[in-house]
Structure formats: C-alpha cells, structure tokens
Antibody
Framework: EVQLVQSGAEVKKPGESLKISCKTS????????IGWVRQMPGKGLEWMGG????????KYSPSFQGQVTISVDKSISTAYLQWSSLQASDTAMYYC????????WGQGTLVTVSS | QAVVTQEPSLTVSPGGTVTLTCGSS?????????PYWFQQKPGQVPRTLIY???NKHSWTPARFSGSLLGAKAALTLSGAQPEDEGEYYC?????????FGGGTKLTVL
C-alpha cells in the first residue's frame, strides 16, 4: 500500500527557516515524481513544484522558483520542502503528492508563520 | 506559465448528470497533459478521482468518469449524490511542469 506521511504542524516566526518532510512507503521511491502543493486558508490548490527522485530533476512553478527548495533523500524514501526565510504569507497547508498508485497524497502539514 | 481554467461553480440535481471541464491557455488539452481530477471537501485532504485522463482509483465511485471533450479535459458525474458536493480541481502537466485549475465548486441541490 502506497503511503505518504508528512511531518507535523509547525509554528514559526518570520525570517526563520523550515524544512518539512514527506516519507513514502509501499513503492519504489525512485520510480515516480513527487510534488508539493500549497493551499492557503480558504483558497485553492497551487502546484509548487515537483521532483523525480531518480535523478533529482526538479521543476518549480514560476511563483515558487527561488522561494522554496524541493529535495529528496533516496536512502530513506523521503521528500522535503524547505524555506530559508519564512514570511507570514507562507502560512498555509502544504501537501505532498506522489504519482505512485495513481496519485497519492500525504495528510498535509500546516505551517503557521506569525510574529 | 500556462493558465488552466475551470468553471467556478456548478449545480446539479440529485440523480442528475453534470460535466466539469478543464481548459488550457496553450490550446487543446490532450492525453499528453495527463489530466488529473481531484475532489476536496472542507477540512479534508484532496482525493484523487481520475488520473491520466480517464483512469480511476479503486475508491473512485463508478458514477465519475474522465475524458477529453472537444479541446478540454472533462469529468462527468452521472447520478449525482449529496456526498458529491465539494470542490473539484484539475491538474495538467506541461512537460513535467504542472498547473492546477482554479477549482469548481459543485453543489448538489
């Protein structure tokens, strides 16, 4: 069974850094792309970017290019989304999704950025 | 970046049929855009209904189907149920880059 388990909710201050994770299981990690999706409060889904774990080929949506970094650790079948300097506008729910088994979703990580 | 368009809202009667569409600013949607359809209800994780134009997950109710309709991707719901109310999003791929539509709020009334 394909599973994506995300790290827990985070509360951060503006300017802080953050790295959230998406641990996968139930399939060969390097076979399928993994993407990250933002959902701001009361808003729609936004594709942030995706990565092919086999070669770490990463494509970012223009809105998120340079704002976040997507990476993977193949040894532990885990994908990451990180910020170097958070802003209040980064407050949102973040989902990972994998093409494995159709498209499977993580449960989401709520990130709150507030002073 | 391409813009993906969906109807902002649609209403269907219980037992009725409705088609949601997904268009692309770059031209006709084809199978090469690998259209996906997701359903999201308030406070819940999105759920994948359709992938690669017309493939269903094991949990996708039979009343949902995906297709290409004219120049767009389409999600057809035949025999709407009250529990089908929610937000529906399509996702298209552009050579590895992906873009969501703005979502369609479906009301069953």
């Amino acid at each position: 069974e394909v599973q994506l388990v995300q790290s827990g909710a985070e509360v951060k201050k503006p300017g802080e850094s953050l790295k959230i994770s998406c641990k996968t299981s139930g399939y060969t990690f390097t076979t399928y792309w993994i993407g990250w999706v933002r959902q701001m409060p009361g808003k729609g889904l936004e594709w942030m970017g995706g990565i092919y774990p086999s070669d770490s080929d990463t494509k970012y949506s223009p809105s998120f290019q340079g704002q976040v970094t997507i990476s993977v650790d193949k040894s532990i079948s885990t994908a990451y989304l990180q910020w170097s300097s958070l802003q209040a506008s980064d407050t949102a729910m973040y989902y990972c999704a994998s093409r494995a088994g159709g498209v499977q979703w993580g449960q989401g990580t709520l990130v709150t950025v507030s002073s | 970046q391409a813009v993906v368009t969906q109807e902002p809202s649609l209403t269907v009667s219980p037992g009725g049929t409705v088609t949601l569409t997904c268009g692309s600013s770059t031209g006709a949607v084809t199978s090469g855009h690998w259209p996906y359809w997701f359903q999201q209800k308030p406070g819940q994780v999105p759920r994948t209904l359709i992938y690669d134009t017309s493939n269903k997950h094991s949990w996708t109710p039979a009343r949902f189907s995906g297709s290409l309709l004219g120049a767009k991707a389409a999600l057809t719901l035949s025999g709407a149920q009250p529990e089908d109310e929610g937000e529906y999003y399509c996702l298209l791929s552009y050579s590895g880059a992906r873009v969501f539509g703005g979502g369609t709020k479906l009301t069953v009334l």
